[in-house]
């Protein structure tokens, strides 16, 4: 694997965020170790919603889904997003002024969609928290930050939190 140099004028460092204490923590981790005030880096703040749930006009019971179901679904998608993104706002707003901030909405499995996305813009590491289920949940729901780990090509740093140790 190639070194990645973080004290280089420029990083661009992706942080995955949920609504998760775990991602915020790992937000604040980030922020605290791998940025610095003589630097300039680009934090990309990467937030995953589930992909949206295809309808036809009958689920399996024969019930109807109206357009406003659909529509208080696709506001609370919305609503989280915004949610968990004002978290962060607060979060990054703590620390140096010098931090460009993107923000990137994906849609699909978490694990694919992060992926996609640090190889596609090129991240120079990405930050995930680490939820700390144990080996069973673990091996039955699968770990998004091991599949990262394993599949992307930059420095991959699972921040766990200290009162999940």
Same mark, same amino acid.
């Given at each position: 694997?190639?070194?990645?140099? %973080?004290? /280089?004028?420029?990083?661009?460092? @992706?942080?995955? $965020?949920?609504?998760?204490? =775990?991602?915020? *923590?790992?937000?604040?981790?980030?922020?605290?170790?791998?940025?610095?005030?003589?630097?300039?880096?680009?934090?990309?703040?990467?937030?995953?919603?589930?992909?949206?749930?295809?309808?036809?006009?009958?689920?399996?019971?024969?019930?109807?889904?109206?357009?406003?179901?659909?529509?208080? %679904?696709? /506001?609370?998608?919305?609503?989280? @997003?915004?949610? $968990?993104?004002?978290?962060? =706002?607060?979060? *990054?707003?703590?620390?140096?002024?010098?931090?460009?901030?993107?923000?990137?909405?994906?849609?699909?499995?978490?694990?694919?969609?992060?992926?996609?996305?640090?190889?596609?813009?090129?991240?120079?590491?990405?930050?995930?928290?680490?939820?700390?289920?144990?080996?069973?949940?673990?091996? %039955?729901?699968?770990?998004?930050?091991?599949?990262?780990?394993?599949?992307?090509?930059?420095?991959?740093?699972?921040?766990?939190?200290?009162?999940?140790?």
């Amino acid at each position: 694997m190639e070194a990645v140099n %973080l004290k /280089k004028k420029e990083c661009k460092i @992706v942080v995955a $965020v949920d609504e998760s204490e =775990e991602s915020m *923590y790992a937000l604040s981790w980030c922020l605290g170790n791998l940025f610095s005030q003589n630097t300039t880096n680009t934090l990309v703040l990467l937030y995953v919603k589930p992909p949206p749930p295809v309808y036809s006009s009958f689920d399996a019971a024969g019930y109807v889904f109206s357009s406003d179901v659909i529509t208080a %679904l696709e /506001k609370y998608g919305s609503d989280l @997003v915004n949610s $968990v993104m004002g978290r962060a =706002e607060t979060i *990054y707003s703590k620390f140096s002024s010098n931090i460009i901030v993107e923000r990137i909405v994906g849609s699909g499995d978490a694990k694919e969609v992060i992926c996609h996305t640090v190889e596609k813009i090129k991240a120079d590491t990405l930050v995930m928290g680490s939820h700390g289920y144990g080996f069973l949940k673990r091996t %039955l729901l699968g770990s998004v930050s091991d599949h990262c780990a394993k599949h992307v090509k930059c420095p991959v740093v699972i921040v766990k939190h200290p009162e999940k140790i």
